[in-house]
């Protein structure tokens, strides 16, 4: 399918296929879906949200960032992981502030991802935060190491 059709099945398809098209815009590799993978952020759809936030990574989407801090908050764990691993792949330096609060997240899942995409940003403040978690939570601690080490 082209970004055309992928883009028209993210906005107009059912819950599954608008996930289905989130996803496969990621994978096309085409800048003209970061704009309506962004929309897709905010989707009723949590396969969506989950996929569109991903994708924007995969696209090497700087843009992206300041739509996906706010991603950090939404009320799926899934959602919350995607976006932090975004976050991480797009080494977001300007994100680490966000990152840092969410490694306060209720979820192991979303905070192993926090903990990782903090890594990834290389920052010295991120470095200095994960640090600290070292002593304190170890369901992310061998990931925490990985780039303290």
């Known amino acids: 399918m082209t970004c055309k059709d992928l883009t028209e099945m993210l906005q107009n398809g059912t819950g599954l296929k608008r996930s289905e098209a989130a996803r496969?815009?990621?994978r096309l590799g085409d800048k003209r879906a970061v704009q309506p993978l962004i929309k897709a952020l905010t989707d009723k759809h949590v396969g969506v949200r989950n996929n569109a936030a991903y994708a924007l990574a995969e696209l090497g989407s700087a843009e992206a960032v300041p739509h996906l801090i706010p991603v950090l908050n939404d009320s799926d764990e899934w959602v919350r992981k995607s976006a932090a691993k975004a976050l991480g792949m797009l080494r977001a330096e300007h994100?680490?502030?966000a990152l840092i609060q969410s490694m306060q997240d209720s979820s192991e899942l979303v905070?192993?991802?926090?903990?990782r995409s903090l890594g990834?940003?290389?920052?010295?403040?991120a470095l200095i935060a994960l640090k600290s978690v070292v002593s304190s939570d170890a369901a992310v601690y061998r990931i925490a190491r990985h780039y303290l080490d």
């Open 111 to 115: 905070r192993k991802s926090v903990a």
């Open 24 to 26: 496969d815009l990621g």
């Open 120 to 125: 990834q940003t290389g920052s010295q403040e």
């Open 95 to 97: 994100a680490v502030g």
